[in-house]
């Protein structure tokens, strides 16, 4: 089915302009035309990957999306920061309408590939594979496009290009504020999943992702020489005993089986080792796979940083911005997603994927309408296993045209 030449990094396509995505040929058959697209997508892929953008700051990203739209004859909303909003289908508002979503934003970190489309920007880079959901959703909305132009379209399909996933609570909250969801009776998405090769696509009924908080705690206090920690109020090491022990205090407060994890990533307090300072600040995410648990957690961490700190005399500032719930997949649209990729990829196609302690923003549409994510495959057979979020992650960019298809295909089965 995959021709390996066209893995990441080897491919031996001569992209072509972007512009040329609008060619698109005559057959009213999905794949056939994604298959058509596919050289022109991944040219427009490496051109995103290239030009990296943070979150509500995808201005190039929109832009180069809108274009094509544009070009297209596909109308479209832009949302009111970057980001946009197209709908394709007749425009009786009577008819079935469903959404799929693709996310424009980079992470930052560094891009550390040696590929010749390799970040442009210095500490940027698409680590997370949005550059693959953003050319997958465009090759879709392309692909049904030319269905609506010839009046094979059954409903109306809303195409959600969305800002700032990476952050917490995410862009999904603004799209859905500007009613992105409005009339809209199930959504879609993928997510780049480097562990599944390419031609895979992972599917799970029910939770598939966790809840995602942000915890950052600034504490404060009497400073002084380290050769007289009675006359201080050690701040560093009450700093030390509540990144060890709340972690370990919430396991004990939260039901073991919501998986709750509390990691830091970010720890500073002094500069000189004789120096007890005046102020440190830990910052990490606390992670769980129940949506209870999710609901206590803000209200018992604020506890327990109390009593932990209480005997040193420290002042704990807390920070904790509620992330993301978990993103729940409905059954009867997961069913919808494994009948797109049996019909698409064959019955070898779908696999069954694990719950992650991932946080994924998509999370807030299914908590108004339900929809369902599935884990699209992005590793060359036999080849590297790359981690998300890290920026040696490559991609094989067959994955680009098995994302149109599942997605286009879909929506067409959620309308029929």
């Excluded at 980079?106 to 880079?125: F, H, K, N, Q, Y």
């Amino acid at each position: 089915m995959f021709d390996s030449d066209l893995a990441c990094g080897r491919s031996t396509v001569t992209p072509v302009d972007s512009g040329s995505l609008t060619d698109v040929s005559s057959q009213s058959d999905l794949v056939a035309t994604i298959d058509d697209l596919a050289p022109s997508l991944i040219s427009l892929r490496r051109k995103i990957h290239a030009h990296p953008e943070l979150a509500w700051e995808e201005k190039h990203t929109t832009e180069l999306v809108a274009a094509e739209l544009d070009a297209a004859g596909v109308s479209f909303q832009r949302l009111p920061t970057t980001g946009l909003i197209a709908d394709l289908g007749p425009a009786d508002g009577s008819m079935r309408r469903v959404a799929l979503r693709a996310d424009l934003d980079a992470l930052p970190v560094d891009d550390t590939t040696t590929d010749p489309w390799r970040s442009g920007i210095e500490g940027v880079a698409h680590a997370c594979g949005h550059d693959v959901h953003t050319t997958a959703l465009l090759g879709a909305t392309l692909a049904l496009a030319r269905l609506d132009a010839a009046g094979e379209l059954p409903g109306r399909v809303r195409m959600v290009f969305q800002p700032a996933e990476e952050m917490m609570p995410g862009g999904a909250t603004e799209v859905i504020n500007h009613g992105g969801l409005h009339g809209v009776s199930s959504i879609f998405t993928v997510h780049c999943d480097p562990t599944l090769d390419v031609g895979q696509v992972g599917l799970r009924e029910g939770a598939i992702t966790g809840a995602a908080d942000m915890v950052s705690i600034r504490l404060s206090g009497r400073g002084g020489h380290t050769s007289r920690p009675h006359l201080t109020e050690d701040l560093t090491y009450a700093l030390g005993v509540l990144m060890t022990q709340l972690p370990a205090a919430l396991s004990r407060r939260l039901d073991p089986r919501s998986g709750a994890t509390l990691v830091w990533g970010r720890v500073h307090a002094g500069e000189a080792p004789n120096v007890i300072p005046i102020t440190g600040e830990v910052a990490g995410t606390l992670r769980m796979l129940d949506i209870g648990a999710w609901h206590q957690a803000e209200k018992i961490v604020h506890t327990l940083v109390d009593q932990l700190t209480a005997p040193y005399g420290v002042t704990a500032d807390i920070s904790y911005v509620r992330g993301v719930p978990p993103v729940v997949n409905d059954a009867i649209a997961t069913e919808t997603m494994r009948r797109a990729v049996e019909s698409t990829l064959g019955p070898e196609g779908a696999s069954t994927t694990a719950q992650s302690l991932g946080g994924e923003d998509f999370a807030w549409y299914l908590e108004s309408v339900p929809g369902a994510l599935a884990r699209l495959g992005t590793r060359t057979p036999g080849g590297a296993t790359y981690e998300l979020h890290q920026g040696s992650l490559r991609v094989d960019e067959r994955a680009i045209s098995v994302g149109a298809k599942v997605l286009a295909t879909a929506a067409l089965m959620a309308l029929g």
